[in-house]
């Protein structure tokens, strides 16, 4: 099994910075694509940034420029760097990770728990 971590979420004014982090851990073969998604209460889950395993990174229009992802292949952790927080980023970030657990097995999609973000005015 798998398991994805998330830290580093918490209360911050407007224009702050929180930097999340995500670790996998668990039957890891291999990793593939890491993301960041949110979802604010009564919204659809939607996709923050995502980053393959040789670095190519995808980020949302309402956070570029703003958020950076990142990874760190050998501790199988993913970073999401958030600066500039606006209130409408208020929402819970989930990690997820396209995980494969052996050398021929199929590539796997894992979600951590959440952590909340929550931006005041």
């Known amino acids: 099994q798998v398991q994805l971590v998330e830290s580093g979420g918490g209360l911050v004014q407007a224009g702050g910075s929180l930097r999340l982090s995500c670790a996998a851990s668990?039957?890891?073969?291999?990793?593939?694509?890491m993301a960041w998604y949110r979802q604010a209460p009564g919204k659809q889950r939607e996709l923050v940034a995502a980053i393959t395993s040789y670095g190519t990174t995808n980020t949302a229009d309402s956070v570029k420029g703003r958020f950076t992802i990142s990874r760190d292949n050998a501790k199988k952790t993913v970073y999401l760097e958030m600066n500039s927080l606006k209130p409408e980023d208020t929402a819970v970030y989930y990690c997820n990770a396209d995980v494969r657990a052996s050398s021929r097995g199929p590539y796997s999609s894992y979600w951590g728990q959440g952590t909340q973000v929550t931006v005041s005015s």
């Open positions: 668990g039957s890891i073969f291999a990793i593939n694509r």
